[in-house]
């Protein structure tokens, strides 16, 4: 079993940048990519970027240029950080591993509130 424990939402104003944090434990085998998903009030649950095992990474158009993942593998963390912020990246953020043999798992979610 793998346990996902986001940190490091919160309130920020437009044009800001805030940085989060999933930290993973349990059984860390086999894992083929860890993201980052979001859901706005009233929209579905989407994907903002994703990290593969070999450090590829891809992104949403909408937040291409100003996120950027990363990981620690040594801390078995992954990392979000959020530049340019702007209302509509409002959203509680969800950590996501999925591994190779098909087994996924989510974060319960931080929320990020982007308002002056």
């Known amino acids: 079993q793998v346990q996902l424990v986001e940190s490091g939402g919160g309130l920020v104003q437009p044009g800001g940048s805030l940085g989060l944090s999933c930290a993973a434990s349990?059984?860390?085998?086999?894992?083929?990519?860890m993201a980052w998903y979001r859901q706005a009030p009233g929209k579905e649950r989407a994907l903002v970027a994703v990290?593969?095992?070999?450090?590829?990474?891809n992104y949403a158009d909408s937040v291409r240029g100003r996120f950027a993942i990363s990981r620690d593998n040594a801390k078995n963390t992954v990392y979000l950080q959020m530049n340019s912020l702007k209302p509509e990246d409002t959203a509680v953020y969800y950590c996501?591993?999925?591994?190779?043999?098909?087994?996924?798992?989510w974060g319960k979610g931080t929320l990020v509130t982007v308002s002056s």
């Open positions: 990290i593969f095992r070999d450090g590829s990474t």
């Open positions: 996501y591993m999925t591994r190779n043999d098909g087994v996924n798992y």
């Open positions: 349990g059984s860390m085998f086999d894992i083929n990519a």
